[in-house]
């Protein structure tokens, strides 16, 4: 197993001074995701919190080849690019020997909802490259409207909180199963407070032939409205509630990575949260009852999957 | 810092100077509280350094050697989540401020 001193002594792909949020989740997951493999990487970036932070012209926080990308199409310009190498080593113009990982990266905007149809068509052509999602749940860095992946009862800016309504009326969007669903190699979910789990699933995904994709929760206190030095504690605690299971399904095999001891309710997640305040107002105690009911129907119908 | 225009950028504005962004210092965010190491009651166990998303710990060698304020914004992850019963890293008050941002 790594060790964080082996880690630190890697060298930082990512590097400081990049203009994201205090206490922001990002940095975290890709920390250990760069270092899940030691090829040299060429990262296709959709727009979103990542590439807006790291690239405020005419700096780069990248200590790698990175190709920025439109909202919708960064999985394509990885398999484009991933297609290019192909050819290129078929022609003799890149040696047999020289490995080269590429990855795409997207928050829940990019992957969740406008780039849904380039990541589709990248898996289902079966490209040799990795997707690394990181979801905050909203588009955090045009002021925090609501995507796919806001969960039920959160105020955002487009579904705001009021005297009409309890937030965001529809539930998440389960893009993992989507995913699942195009039958590819390796598939899993993470959360950075767990970073020997994370890094364990990067490594898989990297070393895994055709396409694999990570989605890994990520902590936004801007957007989320929690005082941001508790941001770990709030990633276990989805952890604990089951709002964020981790597993990972690969060859079409699920298997869960993380079961609490004693499954907390969802209560315990919503708390600490602004966004989700007006939830304790009488009127809107359904949505309470409805969040955690589907949060248990999604937990147990894990736990079969996981069974077969 | 000086604007570069059409004729010195490169074709596409590529940036081929990786990793220059180290040149903004973003500590210069920071208000009102910043982390304090305590270097004999830190158990090296590297959790500050895996959970600071400003890349703000020095590491030198294989230890943990304290805080590089030129980026730490002072959110205080490193001292919730450092381990021991007495805490290696604390936040404590801040009032001086560096006065720019820029290392150029």
């Excluded at chain 1, 790698?64 to 192909?86: L, P």
């Excluded at chain 1, 969802?266 to 966004?275: F, H």
């Excluded at chain 2, 021991?84 to 936040?91: D, L, R, T, V």
Aim: one cysteine or more.
């Amino acid at each position: 197993m790594a060790k964080l001193k082996d880690l630190a002594a890697m060298e930082d792909r990512l590097v400081a001074g990049h203009g994201m949020c205090l206490g922001c989740g990002i940095p975290l997951i890709f920390r250990i995701v760069l270092r899940a493999t030691e090829d040299p990487l060429i990262i296709a970036n959709a727009t979103g919190c990542l590439e807006v932070c790291t690239t405020i012209f005419p700096r780069t926080s990248w200590n790698v080849t990175w190709i920025h990308s439109a909202f919708e199409n960064a999985a394509s310009t990885i398999a484009g690019v991933e297609s290019m190498y192909k050819a290129l080593k078929n022609k003799g113009r890149i040696p047999e020997d020289k490995k080269i990982k590429f990855l795409g990266v997207g928050g829940d905007g990019g992957t969740y909802d406008i780039g849904l149809q380039a990541l589709s068509g990248a898996m289902e052509r079966g490209h040799d490259i990795v997707y690394v999602c990181y979801d905050n749940n909203a588009y955090a860095n045009t002021g925090g409207q609501r995507s796919s992946a806001t969960p039920l009862g959160a105020s955002a800016t487009t579904s705001p909180e009021g005297t009409q309504s309890p937030g965001k009326l529809q539930r998440k969007k389960d893009l993992t199963k989507i995913l699942v669903a195009h039958n590819i190699p390796y598939v899993a979910q993470a959360s950075p407070n767990r970073w020997q789990d994370l890094y364990k699933k990067a490594q898989k995904a990297f070393e895994t032939e055709g396409p694999a994709f990570l989605n890994v929760l990520c902590f936004c206190p801007t957007e989320w409205k929690y005082d941001e030095s508790q941001g770990i504690r709030l990633a276990q605690t989805a952890l604990d509630t089951c709002v964020w299971p981790l597993y990972e399904v690969e060859n079409g095999k699920y298997k869960i990575n993380y079961i609490p001891k004693e499954k907390k309710p969802v209560l315990e997640w919503i708390k600490p949260q602004g966004r989700f305040r007006h939830l304790f107002k009488e009127e809107n105690a359904w949505v309470l009852e409805e969040y955690q009911k589907q949060v248990d129907e999604d937990w147990e119908e894990l736990n079969k999957l996981a069974k077969l | 810092m000086k604007k570069e225009t059409w004729k010195e950028l490169t074709i596409g504005t590529i940036n081929l100077d990786a990793g220059n962004s180290v040149k903004n210092l973003t500590g210069t965010w920071r208000s009102g509280k910043k982390p304090q190491f305590i270097e004999e009651k830190c158990i090296q166990c590297f959790f500050c350094w895996l959970y600071c998303p400003h890349s703000a710990i020095l590491v030198e060698g294989d230890e943990v050697k304290g805080i590089n304020y030129d980026y730490c914004t002072g959110c205080g992850m490193c001292s919730v989540e450092c381990p021991p019963k007495e805490k290696a890293i604390i936040m404590v008050k801040e009032e001086a401020k560096l006065a720019e941002g820029d290392a150029e």
